[in-house]
């Protein structure tokens, strides 16, 4: 009879623990989702309409303009970035607040929708801000990459400004 108990006691264990295995404890962080290239996203719009995804990209803003964008893809089209209050996290808003006022030109990573148009004269394509993250204020001028001084511009998204991953 002790045996059987035993054994019981594990069975039950073990289900408890299967069962729970595949939902987060109480307060644990949900994994982030996988940085996508934004240029592969740019030359396959297609495929990326309308999906959620997060690129490390660089953000240009300044007087009603929010441009995001790489070096190595920056002609298939303008990105603008949309930031709508009511889609963004508390975290996003409180890393929007830390940036310069005016305008500035800025290396991070963003969690949003792409979309496969543009919304504003000038842009193909819209990406529609939901998380900003890993923010870092390249210069307080959000002025175009071939005007940014060359120690700004070797930093336009990442160290290489061929390659956005």
Same mark, same amino acid.
């Given at each position: 009879?002790?045996?059987?108990? *035993?054994?019981?006691?594990?069975?039950?264990?073990?289900?408890?623990?299967?069962?729970?295995? $595949?939902?987060?404890?109480?307060?644990?962080?949900?994994?982030?989702?996988?940085?996508?290239?934004?240029?592969?996203?740019?030359?396959?719009?297609?495929?990326?309409? $309308?999906?959620?995804? !997060?690129? %490390?990209?660089?953000?240009?803003?300044?007087?009603?303009?929010?441009?995001?964008?790489?070096?190595?893809? *920056?002609?298939?089209?303008?990105?603008?970035?949309?930031?709508?209050?009511?889609?963004?996290?508390?975290?996003?808003?409180?890393?929007?607040?830390?940036?310069?006022?005016?305008?500035? !030109?800025?290396?991070?990573?963003?969690?949003?929708?792409?979309?496969? %148009?543009?919304?504003? *004269?000038? +842009?193909?394509? !819209?990406?529609?801000?939901?998380?900003?993250?890993?923010?870092?204020?390249? +210069?307080?001028?959000?002025?175009?990459?071939?005007?940014?001084?060359?120690?700004?511009?070797?930093?336009?998204? $990442?160290?290489?400004?061929?390659?956005?991953?």
């Amino acid at each position: 009879m002790g045996v059987i108990n *035993r054994m019981m006691k594990i069975i039950i264990l073990c289900s408890v623990l299967i069962l729970f295995s $595949g939902h987060k404890a109480l307060g644990q962080e949900e994994l982030a989702p996988p940085v996508i290239s934004f240029c592969d996203i740019l030359r396959n719009p297609e495929k990326y309409h $309308g999906s959620e995804v !997060t690129v %490390r990209a660089t953000l240009r803003y300044g007087f009603e303009w929010k441009e995001i964008y790489c070096l190595g893809c *920056r002609k298939e089209g303008k990105v603008y970035l949309l930031i709508d209050d009511s889609k963004i996290s508390k975290k996003a808003g409180r890393n929007l607040k830390k940036l310069p006022k005016e305008e500035a !030109t800025v290396n991070a990573i963003f969690k949003g929708m792409f979309e496969n %148009r543009g919304k504003f *004269r000038g +842009t193909r394509f !819209t990406f529609i801000l939901q998380e900003i993250d890993e923010v870092k204020v390249l +210069t307080k001028q959000g002025v175009p990459p071939q005007s940014l001084p060359k120690k700004h511009l070797k930093k336009v998204c $990442g160290m290489d400004p061929d390659k956005c991953d």
